[in-house]
């Protein structure tokens, strides 16, 4: 259990996965668990690299461009912390649903590049394509919402249109909303997703 986090025991089989994006902490998404789903268990993640005193769920090499070899080494690290922190809380890991922000929609996204039946389904907001060519294991029927800006100057959006592209090639089920802002992740779209969410869980 090497990434620090928070657990709350919830009142159904389902649990959220937080990541965090860029500089934030374990804390930032608990509310937006509450607005998506406030009867799952929550598992919010700590990501283990510091850039700048800044924590992420891996390395970059500069903005947009990421270190490949760290973001693989970490995808497989919160595979397997998901694996332990399930025995260790007693969840069903077959019900875990990722809700990432930038960053943390990144390594949210890579596990889903990386592993079968890793996640439930996930939701990603501002996320960018973790791979380039790579084969993808097969995601077929996971749903799969993501949150894009018509104005993201972080995550242009020809990233969204390829990500969809690449996790619909996957056999993923993935619905795109679009934001006419930038980059910050905005209550809209949270209420969206929460909506989208209900229909899919």
């Known amino acids: 259990m090497n990434m620090k986090h928070i657990f709350q025991k919830g009142n159904s089989e389902r649990t ?28 919010s993640v700590r990501g283990n690299v510091s850039e700048n005193g800044m924590p992420r769920f891996f390395k970059r090499l ?3 461009v990421f270190d490949e070899e760290d973001l693989i080494a970490r995808t497989d690290e919160l595979n397997a ?18 809700a990432g922000y930038s960053n943390g929609a990144n390594i949210a996204g890579s596990l889903l590049f990386h592993y079968k039946e890793s996640l439930r389904g996930a939701l990603l907001f501002h996320p960018m394509v973790p791979r380039r060519g790579i084969e ?5 029927g996971l749903p799969v919402f993501i949150g894009a800006g018509e104005n993201d ?3 242009p959006a020809q990233e969204t249109k390829d990500l969809e592209e690449l996790l619909t090639e996957a056999g993923a089920d ?17 209420k969206t997703a929460a909506d989208w969410y209900k229909g899919q869980f």
């Not at 993935?174 to 930038?182: D, L, S």
């Open 16 to 43: 959220l996965l937080l990541l965090h994006g860029t500089g934030g902490t374990e804390q930032d998404l608990l509310p937006i668990a509450k607005m998506i789903d406030p009867d799952a268990s929550v598992l």
């Open 174 to 190: 993935v619905t795109v909303h679009w934001e006419r802002m930038g980059h910050q992740l905005t209550e809209n779209e949270v």
């Open 136 to 140: 993808l294991p097969k995601q077929s």
């Open 62 to 64: 500069r903005e947009g």
């Open 81 to 98: 912390f998901l694996d332990e922190a399930s025995k260790e809380y007693g969840f069903d890991r077959n019900h875990i649903i990722a």
């Open 153 to 155: 100057p972080i995550c």
